[in-house]
């Protein structure tokens, strides 16, 4: 006759333990080895810059963060607006001047696309990797941080990162 003692149960128990901590234990040694160590986090991140779809997604967010900043069609609708004043003071007919208004559109199209061009342009040249990687560099300690929920440069939120483009559309800016 056997009897049954603790082993089995332990046995069973510490395979358990082993199966689900094994992953973790992964992601850990992941973790320490990329996101913490700057220059391989760095590395792993350089070859991003020239993915077209990731450029996209830059070009696109930045576009809209310039021309969200600036409300090119309130600009333009003023600008436009007081040249047809202008231009009725100085006798222009009015039919005229319902047409420099009626400009408000295409040219408030115009500009956002010469924009949108321009950062498109600026993203896939090479001065966007290097920025790329002055970003990454500077981000990768704040990323390090946003693990623990204490960051606010770089913020993890349902399963999405999120990294500041404040230093590519400042340069983006210049270049405008």
Do not use: H
Request: hydrophobic share 45%.
């Amino acid at each position: 006759r056997r009897e049954f003692g603790w082993r089995p149960f332990g046995s069973a128990t510490a395979i358990t333990l082993g199966c689900i901590l094994a992953p973790v234990a992964v992601l850990s040694a992941w973790l320490q080895s990329v996101v913490v160590d700057t220059d391989r986090y760095v590395e792993t991140m350089a070859p991003l810059a020239d993915d077209p779809a990731v450029q996209s997604l830059i070009s696109d967010a930045v576009s809209n963060q310039i021309l969200t900043s600036i409300d090119v069609q309130a600009l333009v609708d003023q600008s436009l607006g007081a040249l047809a004043d202008v231009g009725a003071e100085q006798g222009l007919p009015e039919r005229a001047t319902e047409r420099i208004e009626g400009l408000a559109g295409p040219i408030a199209s115009g500009i956002e696309g010469f924009v949108s061009d321009r950062v498109a342009q600026f993203v896939a040249s090479d001065r966007f990797a290097e920025i790329w990687e002055t970003v990454n560099r500077e981000s990768d300690p704040q990323l390090n941080v946003a693990f623990t929920g204490e960051s606010v440069a770089v913020q993890i939120e349902s399963g999405e990162v999120t990294i500041r483009l404040a230093l590519i559309i400042d340069r983006v800016k210049e270049r405008l």
